[in-house]
């Protein structure tokens, strides 16, 4: 009996998931659903997603790629009422517009009778948005969402771009019951297929003959959980969800010779530099000429040549903030109006670093909000920097789109795992694209503490390479009254009187110094006084959280914090307690910390030094990280304890 239970439960099962799952239709049973059965957690959930892509052939105007997109999403208490609007992404390049169209959806909620309500999505709820002379989004709020409620939407999407297959997304940061993807492409283009992220999913493919032979590839899939979006040091979380990349490798239409596209990275770099958007800009040089004539007659040395030129670049172009492999406007025109992309702020770098007679080829970069390009793809770069080779075997990476950039400093939206170089003649090598040094902030805190609690002190900080370019970005935009109250905020003391060093000058360290007091640092009990040993600098909590990981924690940068601080003892007290001496490192000379704690008998002298060595750290040592920051947190909240004496 027990087995034909077992049977008919599983039966039972197979038919709920074969049911076809019709657009605006749900039950009553999913909208009473009070939780994801698999995720208790899960503020929303996709009941369905579902996502159909094919060529459509026309005689006369050829091939154009159509997908059809259906999502069915549960919304579980208020956190999950952000699902309501949908961002749909569409290139709108002027003569090769990709076209949104046949928006429907619904939202589903039971009413006080326990009746299911239907609200019919409008057309006045549907906005466009340009976001860039390349890309618009229509945005979709969908009416009525509530806790409990259920959406339904689909619509379709027509490009004219053939040869690109949109990325395939098997996971996002809610989990997704039932996943259906198909994707059909004729046999004359044929695609390569990369797996990116941690969840894979095998396909099913077929062939189907139409008036050609097509490849189709079925991709189905149940319970996929969801990757949280809420860790800390991540460049992109969308580097890490489960996908395929559909890459075209190359075309073999019938009478015609075979073209080859992205196959290696030999291809995609010289794919790239024919372009006359970028090669061809490299060779555009009389506009600057006169300029540069002027600087190469004050500046003797290849080094100081390099400088003087990337100085010059910075002060004379700036950066409009728009990102791109080529240019929008041309090298010439962006001089001329002295702002500019990124491709054209440093592809005008490069150039003038070549005409002054340096080994200068540009390097193709993917930021910290796009791909890590781990496989040959022409989309895998977004952004542009200068590589400067010298003679006698250094190098120097330049970003002239940043006024506090310096040589070998890329900015933190450039810094993400390797670039590529790209040469003239057609030669491409990758290029590490982390600063030679550790980025450092080193605090010098000195405080004289008196008998009631009360503190006043002087903190002085120094802040180099990254840190530094970090630092004048943040602060520099505005005036010291502001600085003052952002500081005071972030420390809870009282500002006294503050001063900053360096400000404009990249080639230096950025420099504070704050004079304060502050009554909220000491703690009084029974007549001890129980203090933090490095004040406000003390690491609070473990920004780690999960019980494990699996991409990367990235910092972007190696680097090291320093504290020196020494607390004067008021007058009539002595410690009765202070932390013993402690250091713990991290495996395969990832990192360490140490800390250590002295007493002359007037003064509390306190050195903590955290330094971490890799700007990314493999998630196989997310559990010896975790719980080096434990320890960490730990020994600095250990505190000292003052009593008369």
Known sequence: MRKIMLMLTLLASISVVSQEIKFGKVSKQALEEKFYPLDSTANAAYLFKERKTFYEYNRNTGFRIV?????????????????????IYYATKSGSTEKISSVKGYTFNLNENGEITKDKLENKSIFKE??????????????NVKEGSIIDLKYKLTSPYTYIVDDLSFQTNIPIKKLHIEIETPEWFVFSKISKGFYSIPPKSSKKTR????????????????????EPYVSNINNYYGGLKYELSYTQIPNSTIKTFTDTWENVSKQIYKSSNFGGELERTSYFKEDLQKILTKIKGDVQKTLAIFEHVKSKVQWNSG????????????????????AEINL?????????????????????NHDIPLFPTLDGFNYVVSLVEFTDGQTMLLDATEKYAMANVLPYRALNWNGRKVTKEGYSTWVNLNAPKHSSETNTLKVKLDEEGSIEGLLRTKEEMLNAMLGRIRYNQFNDDEVISKLEEKYNIEIENFRASNKENPYKSYNKMIKFTSDDLVEGINGKLLIDPLLFLTYKTNPFKSEERTFPVDFATAWKETNNVSIQIPE????????EQFAIGLPDNLGFFKFKVSNNG?????????????????????SSLKEFYTKIVAKQKEQIVLIKG
Request: proline share 5%; hydrophobic share 35%; net charge positive.
């Open 67 to 87: 997908s059809y997109f259906h999502y069915r999403l549960k919304v579980y208490n208020k956190q999950g009422l952000d699902r309501a609007t949908f961002n």
């Open 130 to 143: 340009r976001k860039n002379e390349y890309r618009s989004v229509k945005k979709v709020s969908m009416p």
């Open 211 to 230: 008036d050609l032979d097509f490849n189709i590839d079925v991709y189905d899939a149940e319970n996929i959980p969801a990757l949280r979006d809420n």
């Open 323 to 342: 990102y791109g492999k080529f240019t929008n406007d041309g090298t010439k025109e962006a001089y001329k109006k002295g702002t500019g992309n990124v």
């Open 348 to 368: 005008i770098l490069t150039s003038m670093l070549r005409e002054a007679g340096l080994g200068a080829n540009p390097v193709l970069v993917s930021t910290r």
């Open 572 to 579: 009539g007290y002595k410690a009765e307690s202070i932390p």
């Open 602 to 622: 007037k003064t509390i002298n306190v050195s903590s030094i955290i330094q971490i060595n890799a700007p990314v750290i493999a998630p196989s040592y997310y």
